[in-house]
């Protein structure tokens, strides 16, 4: 996930919007990422000897002048927001610091410990950084209100803070925007009306991390809009089949996300909840019974469960493996019974 960075940006704030900079004299190694589509070039940011004082000098300078430490100080908070920040939150899950703790939560944490420190150093600067940790937890709100410090200053990034501020209002407002909900129909139609907005939003900020914000907001309204099928399936006229639809749509739609496994595992648990529903509602061992009918509904949570469990490196295999088991124990006691 790239940052949209203003041409010649003081480097401290560079490192926030971009993953390939370092506050550091010496480039930082490159992060590899999956291919992305190509993105427009941007100015080299300049050296971090003409920021950052303190950088300049040898170790012994540094321990000895307070200024330095301040700076150092800074240095270790805005490197690790940059080491972990600039992944694509829609197709990767929320990048973790060396503690293993939400990146940009620990930021924050950081930050404020930061201020209480060092009161009144580089105020525009952890405002901008504040306001970039904000947007990555989609808190519109609070990330507004952090660039408009840094847009009615004086300080180089204010041109930046203030297309952000731009940017985030129109996120902010539509993220605001109600929902109709006189009938199911209503509700669902407002659902779309509200997703096409998001896309619309995506396209304006191709390869950016608008977008990816974007995508994930859309994927969001997609999620609401299953949840309210599977609540409501029994009201809704062919609600099962809506359900069904509704799923293979978020499946095929958001093949890039970073929730593409648990998708399939919570579709694999609603054909589950389908199987033994229908076993409640047909005795196996009466004459209603049907074993095909229970078999392929079966069929169908068995497939999505094995998909997620043949794959390596994700968090959903070793739930998608039990489920598997439990749920091939389940049919074959049934089974047994419908002889």
């Not at 396209?203 to 599977?230: C, G, H, I, M, S």
């Not at 509602?281 to 509904?297: A, M």
Request: charged share 25%; aromatic share 10%.
């Amino acid at each position: 996930m790239k940052w949209i960075v203003a041409p010649l940006l003081l480097l401290v704030c560079s490192v926030l919007v971009s993953s390939g900079c370092s506050l550091r004299s010496r480039p930082s190694p490159a992060v590899k990422q999956p291919p992305l589509a190509p993105t427009a070039p941007r100015s080299e940011a300049p050296v971090a000897s003409t920021i950052i004082p303190g950088l300049t000098g040898t170790k012994g300078e540094a321990e000895s002048n307070p200024q330095y430490v301040t700076e150092e100080d800074l240095l270790k908070v805005v490197n690790e927001f940059q080491r972990a920040a600039a992944k694509d939150t829609y197709r990767f899950p929320i990048p973790k610091d060396v503690t293993g703790a939400n990146v940009y939560k620990a930021t924050l944490t950081r930050l404020q410990d930061y201020e209480a420190k060092h009161p009144g150093a580089y105020g525009e600067i952890l405002a901008f950084t504040r306001g970039r940790a904000y947007e990555g937890l989609q808190e519109y709100e609070k990330a507004i209100a952090q660039y408009q410090v840094v847009s009615q200053s004086k300080h180089a990034l204010k041109e930046e803070a203030a297309r952000a501020v731009e940017i985030l209002t129109h996120f902010r407002d539509l993220k605001r925007a109600p929902l109709t909900t006189t009938t199911p129909l209503d509700y669902l139609k407002s659902l779309d009306q509200q997703i096409t907005s998001w896309q619309e939003l995506q396209k304006l900020y191709p390869n950016t991390t608008y977008e990816a914000l974007a995508k994930e907001e859309e994927e969001r309204l997609d999620q609401a809009k299953v949840a309210f099928l599977v609540i409501n399936r029994h009201r809704i006229e062919d609600g099962n089949e809506s359900v069904v639809l509704a799923y293979s749509q978020l499946l095929a739609k958001h093949k890039e996300s970073k929730y593409q496994y648990r998708y399939q595992v919570e579709f694999g648990d609603f054909y589950f909840t389908l199987a033994q529903e229908y076993v409640a509602q047909n005795d196996p061992q009466g004459l209603q019974f049907d074993s095909s009918t229970f078999e392929g509904v079966g069929r169908s949570a068995l497939q999505l469960y094995a998909r997620v469990a043949q794959e390596d490196g994700i968090i959903e295999k070793l739930e998608a493996k039990g489920k598997l088991e439990a749920l091939e124990a389940y049919m074959a006691k049934v089974g047994k019974l419908s002889r």
